[in-house]
């Protein structure tokens, strides 16, 4: 019998910024210049990833960036332990505050936020995630200007528990699924997060008795 410690996780994010592309460079070890584009939720698995030198399970629900209006999707976001929300660290035009073709970053990230402060059961770990980091250029200048960026959407967003990137002094986790950068930091702490909250609450998080106290609900995240 298979006897390994299971974390569930999940991650979010828009359309194309490469979540799935990330899992399946850890659960495959591959790389995949193209990936179908999701539409609702994805359950995925890695079987044998190693936390601490312990071998362990993870349980993903990859979220579609198209499903970001579907309860029925954003319903699985109760059942992960830790969350990752993901953006595209190369899609330069989108920190412009004045981008008017899409979402630029502030908006991705609020909207985001907000589903999970009104959708998970407990105030859990989230971890915010910067993707296709090696299509980056001006690297230095790039990371800290979206740092900075991020540090000031996140400012009055107090009610969600974001997990800083401590290694780096950065609120993200910058990450490139085709060189691999980043990518095992950041799946340990998330791992490692999830470990925690599973020790402290069970895997059944929601519990009807853990389920955050919401005011009101027109209660906002920031
Ligand atoms: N160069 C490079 N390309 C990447 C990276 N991550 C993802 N991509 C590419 O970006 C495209 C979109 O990635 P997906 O993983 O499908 O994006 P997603 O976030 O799962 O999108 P949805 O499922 O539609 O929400 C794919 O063609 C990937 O090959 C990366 O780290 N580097
Ligand atoms: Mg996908």
């Known amino acids: 019998m298979d006897n390994k410690k299971i974390f569930k996780l999940g991650i979010v994010g828009n359309q194309g910024v490469g979540k799935t592309t990330l899992i399946l460079r850890v659960a495959e070890k591959k790389f995949y210049e193209k990936v179908s ?3 609702s939720v994805d359950f995925r698995t ?10 362990v399970k993870l349980n993903i629900f990859d979220i579609a960036g198209l499903a970001r209006n579907s309860d029925l999707a954003i ?10 929300l993901a953006f595209n660290l190369s899609a330069l035009e989108y920190y412009n505050e004045d981008f008017n073709q899409g979402e630029n970053l502030e908006q991705q990230i609020k909207l985001w936020t907000e589903k999970i402060y009104n959708n998970s059961a407990l105030n859990i770990p ?8 090696d299509k980056v250029q001006e690297r230095k200048q790039i990371l800290e200007s979206v740092n900075d960026e991020l540090e000031r959407v996140l400012k009055d ?3 969600l528990n974001i997990v800083k990137n401590k290694k780096q002094q ?6 490139s699924s085709k060189t691999e950068e980043g990518i095992d930091d950041f799946f340990q702490i998330w791992a490692q997060e999830a470990c925690q909250i ?22 906002q995240c920031c």
């Open 46 to 55: 890695v079987k044998d990833y190693k936390v601490n030198g312990e071998s």
């Open 126 to 133: 989230v971890l915010i995630l910067g993707c296709q980091l």
């Open 170 to 175: 950065l609120i993200y986790f910058p990450t």
């Open 75 to 84: 319903s699985f976001i109760k059942d992960a332990s830790a969350l990752a």
């Open 198 to 219: 599973q020790k402290q609450y069970g895997s059944k998080l929601s519990n009807d008795s853990l389920i955050k106290k919401k005011p009101n609900d027109n209660d």
């Open 37 to 39: 584009c999701g539409v």
């Open 157 to 159: 967003c107090h009610k």
